[in-house]
């Protein structure tokens, strides 16, 4: 692999808008899958597929089990799933335990790409409450993931940062407005061993 190419996204409490601010800003010829999970209630029927495809030029559509990922596409932990990722490459909805309360969660999805492909991962974690993410970012970060976590003072719940930041070192530390050029800048180098 000649660069990153999995960019995972986990947020909670005020998600929604942070995650259509991205989806601007993605350009059409992004080269790493999007991979994103926001807590979503088990009995909700959510469009946030059909709201980030029209808020930008990628794709957007819940993740479905087996599939394979694509770079240049949003992949959704879809309702009372968790958002897995394969060492073949392959997309797993996974059923275990609710983590902080919420299946989707962010740390599942964190551990599994640590464990299939952390050096060629971009972990990101943004607004949200409690404490998802924090451990399974640190993970990612083990594996060889680069890490990043929105500046607690612009999150709308800033939670889910502070507890990352209470938990490890981040490579990065930015405004929701710097990510999108950071993000193009991380999936663009070669990925590095732990």
Partial sequence: MSHRDILAIGTSAGGLEALRYLAEKFPPDFPASVLVVIH???HFQSSIDAILTQC???IASFATDGARMEPGR????PPDSHLLMTDQDRLQLGRGPREF???P???PLFRSLALCCGARSVGALLTGMLGDGASGLQTLKQY???TVVQEPSDADFPDMPVAALTKLKPTHIASLAAMPAL???LV???PTRA
């Fill in 74 to 77: 949003i992949y959704i932990g």
């Fill in 105 to 107: 969660a962010v740390d």
């Fill in 101 to 103: 309360n919420c299946r």
């Fill in 56 to 58: 930008g030029p990628l």
């Fill in 188 to 190: 663009k180098q070669a």
């Fill in 183 to 185: 993000f193009q800048n």
């Fill in 40 to 42: 979503l209630p088990s």
């Fill in 144 to 146: 060889g993931g680069i």
